[in-house]
């Protein structure tokens, strides 16, 4: 167990529809990460925030957006939904260090991920 | 833009062999993380290798990081059906550039 929760496991909806993913981090870790793995495309980024502010952003579409709330926990709010968004979708919160002499390490602790399937 | 290249893509043996995976790089890394992921479920931390030559063990897994940093490879020495997953290697720097490789799948068959 990460210390990572998620809900929901899984998530049946139809196009067109919108839905709500919901990450909490593990406890003391105040950055949320929201990746999508399908098939075909692997695991791939979506977007980041730390304590309540969007730090980084990856492949994520215009549909979708995503917020952290002043307790850490995060939402994904996928919308129009189409059938190509049918995928995993996990979080991660993690820890960040430094390293001596430079650079750093940021090593992710995974939800157990929402089924998202778009009929 | 940079790149984990990992190989093999797949990988099916027998139990009890051993076998090696690859992650390669043209950019130096500071930091580089193993994870394993199991079907439908989050993938889980193995290790974090940091120094150039590093070599760490995880009871049958061995870890290496290449003297230059540009590399690193994940041995396991006889293989069993639980090591059966999916091995991803990673590096997320505080620049926020997150790269995950481009995974191995490994198929262990009793």
């Known amino acids: 167990d990460s210390g990572v929760t998620q809900t929901p496991k899984h998530l049946i909806t139809a196009t067109g529809q919108r839905v709500t993913l919901r990450c909490s981090p593990r406890?003391?870790?105040?950055?949320v990460y929201w990746y999508q793995q399908s098939l075909d495309q692997g695991l791939q980024f979506l977007i980041q925030?730390?304590?309540?502010?969007?730090?980084a952003k990856g492949n994520i579409l215009e549909r979708f957006s995503a917020q952290q709330f002043p307790d850490l926990h995060s939402e994904l709010n996928l919308s129009s939904l189409e059938l190509g968004d049918s995928a995993l979708y996990f979080c991660?919160?993690?820890?960040?260090?430094?390293?001596?002499?430079?650079?750093?390490?940021?090593?992710?602790?995974f939800g157990p991920g929402t089924r998202l399937t778009v009929l | 833009t940079q790149l984990l290249e990992q190989s093999p893509q797949f990988l099916s043996i027998q139990e009890g062999e051993n076998l090696t995976v690859y992650c390669n790089s043209s950019?130096?890394?500071?930091?580089l993380q193993w994870y394993r992921q199991e079907p439908g479920e989050g993938p889980v931390l193995l290790v974090t290798?940091?120094?150039?030559?590093e070599v760490k063990k995880l009871k049958r897994l061995t870890f290496q990081f290449g003297d230059a940093r540009k590399d690193s490879s994940l041995h396991i020495t006889a293989a069993q059906p639980g090591d059966t997953g999916l091995y991803l290697c990673?590096?997320?720097?505080?620049?926020?550039?997150?790269?995950f490789g481009t995974g191995t799948l490994l198929a262990v068959q009793p």
């Open positions: 991660a919160s993690s820890v960040v260090g430094g390293l001596a002499g430079g650079g750093s390490y940021n090593e992710q602790f």
């Open positions: 406890s003391g870790d105040l950055s």
């Open positions: 925030y730390y304590n309540g502010e969007e730090r």
């Open positions: 950019s130096v890394f500071s930091s």
């Open positions: 290798v940091v120094t150039g030559g």
């Open positions: 990673w590096w997320g720097g505080a620049t926020n550039k997150l790269i």
